[in-house]
């Protein structure tokens, strides 16, 4: 029996290295030419990332270790990950009609190496999330700053629209050419929404009152909804409805 206990102790950081190898395999599917899967495997981790915290809360098998495991998979899986997927969005957009990019690697314009310079933000903003979270006392209930799994599954989100529904894709966005602006200038808002003081409502339950979850209530209820209405073209738009409820709920916190 206590072999077992010792054995299970272990638990919370095996799921975690499943986030971390699902992460890795999400960037190299990316390169790779498997968008898809690529995106699939970010909401993969998204899964291990929950349940490695809720199997060490319900073991009590927290450790420094883990604590530690738990930032490094997460720079690689919401970091480094969505940061690919937001890598070859951009090159489709700015090489659009060109068979072989590969020849083009020694001849980007300044334009171009810009914007694809504005995706790196991703893994950099991530990182300082991650730190910035291990020591931030406040963030034990709530979070400060955009979740770096929430800032990925917006980006996870993209490259199954596209190729599941692109008249739905090209409604919004309009022709191909405007992709670079609308990634790059979600990659800077983003990234800095990752870093923000912004107060932003955790969808951890201490327990099951509508008094003390109606926001949260509220939100899944419309995410519910989306869902099942728009299915997984409501991704995006879920991620800009949390963003916009934190943002007001902290307006009326500060002008109360």
Not at 119 to 125: A, S, T
Not at 195 to 201: G, K, W
Request: charged fraction near 15%.
């Amino acid at each position: 029996m206590k072999n077992n206990k010792s054995i299970l102790r272990f638990l919370p950081n095996f799921i975690t290295s499943l986030n971390l190898l699902s992460g890795s395999l999400s960037i190299i599917l990316s390169f790779e030419g498997f968008p898809l899967w690529s995106a699939y495997l970010i909401f993969i981790a998204a899964v291990f990332d929950f349940l490695d915290g809720m199997t060490a809360r319900a073991l009590g098998a927290y450790s420094d270790m883990g604590k530690e495991l738990d930032s490094l998979a997460d720079l690689i899986s919401f970091g480094m990950a969505p940061a690919a997927i937001a890598f070859n969005l951009m090159k489709t957009g700015l090489f659009l009609g060109v068979s072989d990019i590969s020849d083009l690697s020694f001849n980007l314009n300044s334009e171009q190496i810009l914007f694809l310079s504005t995706v790196l933000l991703i893994p950099v903003f991530s990182g300082l999330r991650l730190a910035k979270f291990n020591v931030d006392t406040r963030q034990s209930e709530s979070f400060i700053g955009l979740p770096t799994p929430a800032n990925a599954i917006f980006w996870a989100s993209l490259p199954v629209i596209t190729l599941k529904y692109p008249s739905f894709l090209n409604d919004i966005i309009g022709k191909m050419e405007n992709v670079p602006i609308l990634i790059a200038s979600a990659s800077v808002v983003l990234s800095l929404l990752l870093v923000s003081e912004l107060p932003m409502f955790s969808l951890k339950f201490k327990n099951l009152k509508i008094k003390d979850n109606l926001v949260r209530f509220v939100f899944l209820a419309i995410a519910l909804i989306l869902l099942i209405v728009w299915q997984i073209k409501s991704i995006p738009v879920i991620i800009v409805i949390y963003i916009i409820i934190s943002v007001i709920l902290y307006l009326i916190k500060k002008f109360k």
